[in-house]
């Protein structure tokens, strides 16, 4: 039962950094597809960042420069360093995993085009 647990949302001023964490549970935590999405008040939910099985990230255009996805692999955790935040990025943010990636495609991943098929709860980050 593959389970994702996000954390290290919270408030934060304009500017300032946040550190979110995914824990990954219930399979092999080795060349999978994962990454973060989040749905800010009234708008949709929106791709932040992916990676792939290989370790190979790509980022939306509004979060370039500024956010930084990485994963333990030993640990089985998915992380996104957010720096510069800004106002925008206020949202609930939520982990996501395709385990053995169906495609070799982050930008499908990202827009949605493909569907991950586990998901986090979610954690909100605020920034004001």
């Known amino acids: 039962h593959v389970q994702l647990v996000e954390s290290g949302g919270g408030s934060v001023e304009a500017g300032g950094s946040l550190r979110l964490s995914c824990v990954v549970s219930g399979y092999k935590y080795r060349r999978n597809c994962m990454g973060w999405f989040r749905q800010g008040p009234g708008k949709e939910r929106e791709g932040v960042a992916v990676?792939?099985?290989?370790?190979?990230?790509t980022y939306a255009d509004s979060v370039k420069g500024r956010f930084t996805l990485s994963k333990d692999d030993a640990k089985n955790i998915l992380y996104l360093q957010m720096d510069s935040l800004k106002a925008e990025d206020t949202a609930k943010y939520y982990c996501a995993a395709d385990i053995g990636c169906r495609v070799n495609d982050n930008n499908a991943y990202l827009t949605g085009r493909v569907a991950y098929r586990h998901w986090g709860q979610g954690t909100q980050v605020t920034v004001s």
């Open positions: 990676i792939d099985g290989d370790g190979r990230t």
